[in-house]
């Protein structure tokens, strides 16, 4: 398998990254790509739950249970549903 950059700035600053560390271009741009992938989250469905759960969390921290009356809106609707 190959990989054909043609970007003179890539050349570079994996010639630099080369150089710092003394490993390998390829090296340090595997590394480089890993570092990257491992700080974006995942697109599993876990992964989405895990973040919703964590956003809910936080909301339920912040508004607490007395305060949901607040988010209560049928007092804005007549018994059909349209606006009073």
């Known amino acids: 398998m190959s990989l054909n950059i043609k970007n003179p700035r890539v050349h570079d600053l994996a010639r630099q990254?080369?150089?710092?560390?003394?490993?390998?271009?390829?090296?340090?741009?595997?590394l480089a790509l890993r570092q990257l992938l491992d700080g974006l989250p995942t697109d599993d469905a876990a992964s989405g739950r895990t973040r919703v759960d964590a956003i809910l969390a936080d909301l339920d921290v912040h508004l607490g249970r007395h305060d949901?009356?607040?988010l209560d809106h049928d007092d804005l609707y007549d018994d059909a549903g349209l606006p009073t």
């Open 17 to 30: 990254a080369a150089a710092r560390t003394g490993r390998s271009q390829t090296s340090v741009i595997e």
């Open 68 to 70: 949901l009356t607040v």
